[in-house]
């Protein structure tokens, strides 16, 4: 035995046991580290509102509206000597308020400085006027937005209830959650009312609040902030126009577009990119899939898989599998085997859903995948597959019945002796290319006939179609010439059972 | 394609998955470790901290090649640390003998069979590289191109160290069997 073969196989003898303690003790421990592992992919996900409310100049100025809120609820409710108050027991303490409105001016990094008016109604209502004309109106207890655009004449009704949601949050954990600190930095005369202003911190936040206040009142007259976004871009905001409990009119807030408007529902540029690049990059997935495919019925005499788990780690990545949009499904795509003769228009790969949405990406035999938008015209498709399989189908029971006939006349000329085999039929009985199955045309042999036993029964299978493995159902021909489709192989198991009993 | 979806389940924070892979390989692994360092109770160690480290690491693991290979590459590098610690311990404590124990009291959790006692009796004797590379290339099966990569040295070298350890590996069995 050569070194290498005995060095091998003293390797491959070896083995080693591990008691129940140590698998336990280290399995407890990388459990440990797993958790861990979770709650920080958890806490890294969770969605970062600032940014995703920062994406739109739109969003960007009713961001800062919403944050600007926090600063007067918490203002609003000092009393007395505002030194002595602690901020956060103060923040706790609001309960009140039911209604504010002020107006802002809003300078964004690089831009004019930009005038908006907002008006809040606890706890759902927020309607925001923008400088451009348009006015969003939110509702965060239905989760919607609606966005009015009085020089277009235009309502378009978002319809993402996160993105409100977020913003609501927002609002809500400022109020909820305050850790802000308090120091007063001196006094100043704002149009003839003497103020104390106060600069609010929080942690090692940069950003600037600073907030002159009639200590009288005890009410805000004026809000100065300076925030970062996530860019590092300087928003600069003045606030001013400050008045809370004020009567509101309840219909400034409902979500219907006033009469002479066109309506639409859309979802926000943010969301929409978000859908795009996830919708992208599922395509891409599937082109992966497709080609791994491709490769592998290459290397399989033009065989398909017979579903993608078929496919090894080699030729595909296993979160090739998962749909970028779907994350949580474990197959997030559905794999139909092409049938024979492929064509290359065959659905073979789509994305898995519940309801429609916009569409859903297809994949083809050819490799190439399209989003398609409406769904009867990808049910179309999937039924193009269906009427290619069932004409086919039905041929392959015509050249049966021609091959059954072929047969009895045979029998007829030789003393009711069925032929031996199929190649017993003659040309002149019989078209070479009836043997074919247009289902299988590679197979040479298309169908099995079995010669009947004597007495001949009329219910004696003498003919179907070839198969490797069962799927829909095959063409099953029987000794009175007629020809069935079988769905259930038990069935067609019983029927070849019957000249047993007949005899 | 097993691998890959359990990584992948793993990723998502399945113990199930977790278990499974440990399941799987501890035994390759220890084999590995135990013909590397000849100690069980450091074996035991390699496999825990390689686990650990590879539960911590998921966030970016992304599987290129095959699961058992990764993790028997972790395996070696781990060990290839024990084992120059332990040279630094012997040199620098004079505690040769103590350090065989390692830190635990001789085990009972992890038991091997004669062939592996045999085999790691003997791996002991040779040159750490050698050792690295026979049982990279046979338990492994890295080619050598793969494991001249991972350990930083030429192919050359690597078939040098496999072909010196190999013959010297064989004269040692023969003097055991004799």
Known sequence: ?503 | MEDKLLVLKCKRGSPDALERIYLKYKTDLLVLAMAFLNDKSAAEDVLHDVFLSFVQSLGKFRLTGTLKGYLMTCVANRARNTNKAKHHLSVGLEAAESFGSHSHEPTNSVICNENLQKLSGAMAQLPYEQREIIMLHFKAAMTFKAIAKSQGISVNTAKSRYRYGLEKLRLILDEVEK
Not at chain 1, 63 to 86: K, L, P
Not at chain 1, 211 to 238: C, F, H, M, Y
Not at chain 1, 413 to 440: F, V, Y
Request: with cysteine; net charge neutral.
């Open chain 1, 1 to 503: 035995m050569k070194p290498a073969d005995r060095i091998n196989e003293l390797i491959n003898k070896s083995d080693v046991t591990t008691s129940s303690d140590t698998d336990k003790r280290i399995l407890a421990d990388a459990l440990v580290q797993l958790e861990k592992l979770k709650q920080k992919k958890s806490a890294a996900t969770q969605p970062n509102i600032w940014r995703t409310i920062m994406k739109s100049r739109i969003s960007k100025l009713a961001a800062a509206a919403v944050i600007i809120i926090t600063v007067f609820v918490g203002i609003h409710y000092f009393s007395g000597s505002i030194e002595n108050v602690a901020f956060a027991d103060v923040m706790q303490n609001i309960q009140n308020a039911r209604t504010l409105t002020y107006r802002s001016v809003i300078t964004p990094a690089d831009q004019d400085p930009q005038v908006v008016k907002t008006t809040v109604i606890e706890p759902h209502l927020m309607r925001v006027e923008l400088p451009d004309g348009k006015v969003w109106i939110l509702d965060h207890g239905q989760g919607k937005g609606l966005i009015l655009d009085s020089k277009n004449k235009q309502a378009v009704m978002s319809s993402t209830p996160q993105k409100t949601l977020g913003l609501y949050d927002t609002f809500r954990d400022f109020r909820n959650n305050p850790d802000f600190s308090v120091s007063q930095i001196g006094q100043r005369t704002i149009d003839g009312v003497q103020t104390v202003g106060f600069q609010l911190t929080r942690g090692n936040d940069e950003n600037v609040r600073i907030v002159w206040a009639n200590p009288q009142t005890s009410l805000p007259i004026r809000i100065e902030q300076t925030v970062k976004d996530e860019n590092g871009r300087v928003i600069k905001s003045v606030t001013t126009n400050i008045v809370f409990d004020a009567e509101l009119d309840q219909s400034l807030f409902r979500l219907n577009a006033p009469e002479g408007y066109t309506h639409r529902v859309v979802d926000g540029p943010h969301e929409r990119s978000i859908k795009l690049t996830k919708r992208m990059k599922s395509a891409s997935n599937m082109k992966q899939i497709l080609l791994a495919c491709i490769m592998y019925a290459q290397d399989n005499k033009d065989q398909w898989p017979d579903s993608l788990q078929d496919l090894t780690p080699r030729r595909l990545a296993g979160d090739t599998l998962i749909n970028p949009g779907q994350p949580e499904r474990e197959n997030g795509y559905i794999y139909i085997k092409p049938s024979t003769p492929i064509s290359p228009q065959q659905v073979v790969l789509y994305e898995a859903h519940d309801s429609w949405g916009d569409g859903i990406n297809v994949g083809f035999v050819d490799g190439h995948v399209e989003f398609i938008e409406k769904e009867s015209m990808f049910k179309n498709r999937l039924e193009d597959e269906r009427t290619v399989k069932l004409t086919k189908r039905m041929k392959s029971a015509k050249n049966m019945q021609k091959i059954l006939l072929a047969c009895i006349t045979y029998a007829k000329d030789h003393e009711d002796q069925w032929p031996d085999g199929l190649q017993d039929l003659t040309p002149r009985r019989l078209a070479g290319d009836t043997l074919i199955n247009p289902g299988q045309p590679e197979r040479e042999n298309g169908y099995i006939y079995i010669k009947p036993s004597t007495p001949i029964s009329p219910q004696q299978v003498v003919l179907y179609e070839a198969h490797d493995s069962w799927a829909d159902g095959i063409n099953v021909g029987y000794a009175d010439a007629h020809v069935q489709f079988i769905k259930e192989e038990s069935n067609f198991k019983s029927d070849l059972q019957k000249p047993t009993k007949a005899r």
